[in-house]
């Protein structure tokens, strides 16, 4: 089946650093998501990319679509304490019995100190 | 106020027993999704359903059985076949290749 491997597992900054994660797949997606998960909550999507070589960016946050459709990343400028939770990337393939299946990577524990 | 809710927020059942998880939407989407998080781990998705009637298994469906009578609904029930149902289920429905996700029910079996 398809994996995803995103990196790194966690991180640990001083507020204000720059953060950079990335995923990578064994297969070829048509569309990128990126979540930020609050403890005990679900959840909330932040960017969705959809073209090869797309850019895209949410205030802080930036995420690129990997020219070889098999990876992704997100950057995140000028972390503050609030930006600390889980991201996970996931990955979409075309349409048939794929249909909005995403699959998940491991997700990356961000903590910022102050 | 749109979105996606699930109730409860916290649920406790003893071993043995069937428990059914609400999810509620009022985006008017087509194909809602139920997914399982175990700590320390990425969403695993345990069944699916794209219209009204009708849904698929998923990677780990073994154990839950789900219906989809409504649009807006798609309950899950985690049967006592289910080997270790202790997670944190969430539910999501679909609409332009963007997945959006309920606050999730935490279900404790002891």
């Known amino acids: 089946g398809q994996q995803l491997n995103q990196s790194p597992q966690s991180m640990f900054i001083q507020e204000g650093e720059d953060v950079s994660m990335n995923c990578t797949s064994s297969s070829i997606f048509n569309t990128w998501l990126w979540y930020k998960q609050d403890p005990g909550e679900g959840p909330v999507l932040l960017i969705a990319l959809y073209k090869a070589g797309e850019l895209t960016s949410n205030g802080r946050l930036t995420a690129q679509f990997g020219i070889t459709r098999k990876d992704s990343f997100l950057n995140i400028s000028a972390s503050i304490p609030s930006d600390v939770g889980i991201y996970f990337c996931?990955?979409?393939?075309?349409?048939?019995?794929?249909?909005?299946?995403?699959?998940f990577g491991q997700g990356t524990i961000l903590t910022v100190h102050p | 106020d749109g979105g996606i809710t699930q109730s409860p927020k916290y649920l406790f059942r003893k071993e043995g027993q069937n428990v059914t998880l609400s999810c509620e939407q009022n985006l008017n989407h087509d194909a809602m999704y139920w997914y399982r998080q175990d700590p320390g781990q990425g969403l695993r998705l345990i069944y699916y359903s794209q219209i009204v009637n009708d849904f698929q298994k998923g990677d780990i469906a073994e154990g839950y059985s789900v219906s989809r009578e409504k649009k807006e609904s798609f309950p899950l029930t985690v049967t006592s076949a289910q080997k270790n149902p202790t997670a944190f289920y969430l539910c999501a429905s679909t609409s332009g290749g963007r997945k959006y996700f309920g606050p999730g029910t935490r279900l404790t079996v002891t």
């Open positions: 996931a990955g979409q393939t075309a349409g048939g019995t794929s249909y909005g299946k995403l699959t």
